[in-house]
């Protein structure tokens, strides 16, 4: 019956409690490190903080009904999940595919700490991703990728990845499990930063995995157990908290990038924009197939570091900040963090704001 449901309604419906009477609508935190151990030392559900909580459970229940995925497991950080995946995967004398135009500390811990291990790491930009997969034993993909925006073929690097027998892990921070679903497009796991416009309010790092295969997922679950990255039950709770207006914030976000594209593509203060949406965009074909929307993101260049600092400067909704998915609408100069752009490219986080206003404070602040 889920998939009747619109991401609103999908979104509220993850997050409710059991409608039991006299029992809260929405179930409060757990904030225990310790539980009660039953006499004759039969296993409970709950024992000890670092193995389990009953605000994970609810939050992973419902993060594992939007991703479309039998079992959801949360961590500490969007990273923490995506290194406990690659330690479980990455073994010595694996070929591992990453990303090289994506997100940057993923490139930076496969070199650092996979590739000393015995694993070879290849980057590969997302174009190439899927003639990549041809010979390689996990791949990463994150689509649309971050910062640029290309987007991935994910049907067909699944079926690559099918014929290889590698296993395909794809980061869906970008898109969301609002955005599109890769698990139903044939991907293995899905690692995503719940930081983002999941949450939504640039108060919290939070991050997970989602599947559908037991054993894989037992044994990320087994990986978060001895390392130890989880997610505090408080965090949880505001996470779980966030998820009801998930699908309310998304659409406005994907309504106000799409606006502001429309908008800069055509400004001559701007040298070129980038957003899967655009009819013209280079991966709008492939983006209209798998996604649903196509997320709060836009990419911009402009002459120069300068006119973005200027940019922010002129405006009065704008701000500058890192990471993306929050209400207010910012700006990055990601060649700040030395990814491999031009000075003048920076990625606009759009945020909730009416959407006539965002235009018309981008319109003063560009002329």
């Known amino acids: 019956m889920d998939g009747l449901y619109g991401d609103s309604t999908r979104s509220v419906k993850a997050v409710g409690s059991d409608p039991v009477s006299g029992s809260p609508v929405v179930s409060p935190p757990v904030l225990a490190s310790t539980f009660h151990l039953s006499p004759d030392e039969a296993e409970p559900s709950d024992k000890y903080g670092r193995y389990s909580n009953p605000t994970w459970r609810q939050l992973e229940s419902a993060l594992a009904e939007l991703e479309g995925a039998a079992t959801a497991l949360t961590f500490g950080s969007g990273m923490a999940a995506i290194t406990a995946v690659l330690r479980v995967l990455a073994k010595p ?120 295969h037991p054993e894989l997922m037992a044994a990320v679950e087994q990986e978060r157990l001895l390392a130890g990255p989880i997610l505090g039950p408080f965090e949880a709770w505001l996470v779980l908290r966030s998820l009801g207006s998930a699908g309310l914030r998304f659409e406005r976000q994907c309504h106000n990038a799409q606006a502001l594209a429309v908008m800069l593509r055509t400004h001559p203060a701007v040298r070129s924009v980038r957003y899967p949406g655009l009819p ?3 991966s709008h074909q492939i983006a209209a197939l798998q996604m649903k929307r196509f997320g709060g993101l836009v990419a911009i260049e402009l002459d120069s570091a300068q006119a973005v600092h200027s940019l922010v400067e002129r405006s009065a909704l704008l701000i500058s900040s890192t990471s993306f998915g929050g209400i207010h609408t910012s700006l990055d100069r990601r060649a700040r963090w030395s990814d491999p752009v031009a000075d003048g490219f920076a990625r606009i986080s759009l945020g909730i704001e009416d959407t006539d206003d965002l235009i018309s404070d981008f319109e003063q602040a560009l002329s």
Do not use: W
């Not at 994150?142 to 079926?159: F, I, Q, S, Y």
């Open 93 to 212: 004398g694996t070929k591992l595919v990453v990303p090289a135009d994506g997100y940057n500390q993923v490139r930076s811990y496969a070199r650092e700490y996979l590739a000393p291990l015995g694993v070879t790491v290849v980057e590969v930009a997302c174009a190439a991703m899927c003639a990549a997969a041809a010979d390689a034993d996990v791949v990463l993909a994150e689509t649309p990728v971050n910062p640029g925006l290309d987007v991935v073929d994910l049907h067909r690097l699944a079926m690559d990845c099918r014929r290889r027998g590698s296993t395909l892990v794809v980061d869906n921070t970008t898109a969301t499990p609002l955005g599109q679903q890769p698990l139903s497009l044939g991907a293995d796991l899905v690692v995503a930063s719940a930081t983002k416009s999941l949450s939504g309010h640039s108060d919290l790092i939070a991050g997970y995995v989602a599947g559908s």
């Open 280 to 282: 013209d965009d280079p």
